[in-house]
């Protein structure tokens, strides 16, 4: 499965799954993004591919930049950012598809933020094989960032796989490569970890 695809598959769930919200659902606040709500996910989720899309990338992916397209799209109806998504989606996939190696945060980002909106909603998570090992396999910038650092690189393991052979860290054990990825994007506390 291609990187595109990954991107594909979760901006799909989340255009069926907006016009589905309530307005209270909508305004719940997110609590992996405690600044942002529901409809503020939207916002980014649409907004940051639409720059891209238009080249709008200068100071990409700062908070400034992010605020941005949030504040942008806030005021809009959800059918609306739906329809612009449905319209540069297509056009993000192909970015992705054209340079995976460039793009490669941006599936990261939307299935991280789809099932933050999912846990905040208390909905079960997308069962997608493709797209959690894609996500867990991000968990190989934690060597690179422990050996910048001059930090041990921990083991971490889910199952009996080593998804992550450590250098004289500790071994970090993970019910799934699902929660591996949740952990990886700053999506678990340091209680839950």
């Known amino acids: 499965m291609s990187e595109s695809d990954i991107y594909r598959r979760s901006r799909v769930a989340l255009t069926e799954l907006y016009p589905t919200l309530t307005d209270a659902q909508l305004a719940l606040p997110v609590s992996e993004t405690p600044a942002w709500t529901v409809r503020d996910v939207l916002g980014h989720v649409v907004g940051g591919p639409e720059d891209h899309v238009r080249g709008d990338n200068a100071d990409a992916p700062s908070e400034a930049w992010t605020a941005r397209h949030v504040a942008r799209l ?99 054990r993970f019910p799934d490569l699902h929660e591996v990825g949740r952990v990886i994007f700053g999506r678990r506390s340091e209680a839950q970890i």
Do not use: N
């Open 74 to 172: 806030s005021g809009e109806p959800v059918s609306a950012v739906l329809a612009i998504w449905d319209e540069i989606g297509p056009r993000m996939e192909a970015l992705i598809a054209e340079d995976p190696r460039r793009w490669t945060f941006s599936p990261h980002d939307v299935w991280c933020h789809e099932h933050d909106v999912r846990a905040t909603l208390d909905l079960p998570r997308r069962e997608d094989e493709e797209a959690i090992r894609y996500s867990a396999s991000a968990v190989w910038f934690v060597r690179a960032r422990c050996q910048k650092a001059e930090l041990p690189v921990p083991e971490v393991v889910v199952g009996d796989e080593i998804v992550l052979a450590g250098t004289g860290g500790p071994t970090v």
